[in-house]
């Protein structure tokens, strides 16, 4: 997924540079690249907001309302989000005799037993996600030149979540421990974006109006993304 995050990157901002504008095609490709944060992070918790990153792919058509510029303009694309932990922490799951499930924060020497030192620790959350958003462009319905704003909402499906940690064992080897496993996370999320930019760069924001966790670790209770970032469109 990086490899091909990197490549499409690439190829963003070469066509970027080389069209004067791009193609006359139906609908943009935008690739947003932004940095995590949260409002109100579970106990434990200290993010690593420069290693926390969220990178959307998504596709938009414009509707346009009236001859002035302004659009009515829906979207499909995906959402991946990584969160980057710091002081050796990671997120725990486990279930009581009772069937009830609990999310924790732990000391990732107190999970590897002979663990020497340890590397980085993510949690990442990919989403199914669904914006809508009223644009407004100054070269009219010239969609690919000239200044342009965007203000609107945008709502996704949690497809997948995992923990993933380094550490170097006793012996000096290196290892990489990945868990797929159910993390408590909200499945349905919801919030408010904008963004602003002339051509086809802008910058974006997006803040989250739904809890992050359905079950919540200690102090995740009111726990929200806020993400600000750059755009580029593709065509």
Same mark, same amino acid.
């Given at each position: 997924? =990086? *490899?091909?995050?990197?490549?499409?990157?690439?190829?963003?901002?070469?066509?970027?540079?080389?069209?004067?504008? !791009?193609?006359? %095609?139906?609908?943009?490709?935008?690739?947003?690249?932004? +940095?995590?944060?949260?409002?109100?992070?579970?106990?434990?918790?200290?993010?690593?907001?420069? @290693?926390? =990153?969220?990178?959307?792919?998504?596709?938009?058509?414009?509707?346009?309302?009236?001859?002035?510029?302004?659009?009515?303009?829906?979207?499909? &694309?995906?959402?991946?989000? *990584?969160?980057?932990? @710091?002081?050796?922490?990671?997120?725990?799951?486990?279930?009581?005799?009772?069937?009830?499930?609990?999310?924790?924060?732990?000391? +990732?020497?107190?999970?590897?037993?002979?663990?020497?030192?340890?590397?980085?620790?993510?949690?990442?959350?990919?989403? #199914?996600?669904?914006?809508?958003? $009223? !644009?407004?462009?100054?070269?009219?319905?010239?969609?690919?030149? &000239?200044?342009?704003?965007?203000?609107?909402?945008?709502?996704?499906?949690?497809?997948?979540?995992?923990?993933?940690? !380094?550490?170097?064992?006793?012996?000096?080897?290196?290892?990489? #421990? *990945?868990?797929? @496993?159910?993390?408590?996370?909200?499945?349905?999320?919801?919030?408010?974006?904008?963004?602003?930019?002339?051509?086809?760069?802008? #910058?974006?924001?997006?803040?989250? %109006?739904?809890? *992050?966790?359905? +079950?919540?670790?200690?102090?995740?209770?009111?726990?929200?993304?806020?993400? $600000?970032? +750059?755009?580029?469109?593709? $065509?």
């Amino acid at each position: 997924m =990086k *490899k091909f995050l990197f490549a499409l990157t690439g190829l963003l901002l070469m066509t970027l540079s080389v069209q004067a504008q !791009r193609p006359d %095609l139906p609908g943009a490709l935008i690739v947003d690249i932004g +940095i995590n944060n949260w409002s109100s992070a579970p106990e434990n918790v200290s993010l690593n907001s420069i @290693q926390s =990153k969220s990178v959307n792919l998504t596709y938009y058509y414009d509707f346009p309302i009236g001859n002035k510029g302004f659009t009515f303009t829906p979207g499909i &694309g995906l959402g991946l989000e *990584k969160y980057s932990l @710091q002081n050796n922490f990671t997120l725990t799951t486990s279930i009581n005799n009772a069937g009830e499930r609990s999310i924790a924060t732990a000391n +990732i020497n107190n999970i590897v037993d002979d663990g020497f030192s340890f590397g980085k620790s993510k949690v990442a959350m990919n989403y #199914v996600d669904l914006p809508l958003e $009223f !644009r407004w462009y100054a070269s009219g319905n010239r969609y690919n030149t &000239g200044f342009r704003a965007a203000l609107g909402a945008k709502v996704g499906v949690l497809y997948s979540s995992f923990t993933k940690f !380094r550490y170097e064992d006793t012996a000096g080897d290196d290892n990489l #421990v *990945k868990t797929r @496993q159910n993390l408590g996370l909200n499945r349905f999320r919801y919030g408010v974006q904008g963004r602003v930019g002339f051509g086809g760069f802008s #910058v974006f924001g997006f803040y989250e %109006l739904s809890d *992050k966790w359905d +079950i919540a670790p200690t102090d995740g209770e009111n726990t929200r993304t806020f993400t $600000f970032g +750059i755009s580029l469109t593709g $065509f």
